[in-house]
């Protein structure tokens, strides 16, 4: 049976450690005992966050457009080690 979001957890923003602005949103849905590490890119400023480790698999979205001047889009993820969120600009962004 597929895990249901509860959209009372808490939602955290995962932010470029350069330039600060919002990158991605990430809800932890089910706790596990294996850390899921990931980091986005900062399509802002070329830069990214600092490496984000969870114990739990996540439901990742971008910044709506509704909550900033700077809306993002989850282009691609490449998984390794860290998982990789390429974010770009959303195209109605500045």
Known sequence: MADLIDMEKEKVTIKCDSCEKSLMHYIVISVTNTP???????????????????LGRVFTGPIDKGESSNPTVIEDVIIDDVATFLIKKAKNAS
């Open 36 to 54: 899921f590490k990931m980091r986005a890119t900062c399509p802002f400023c070329n830069g990214s966050s600092g490496i984000v480790s969870v």
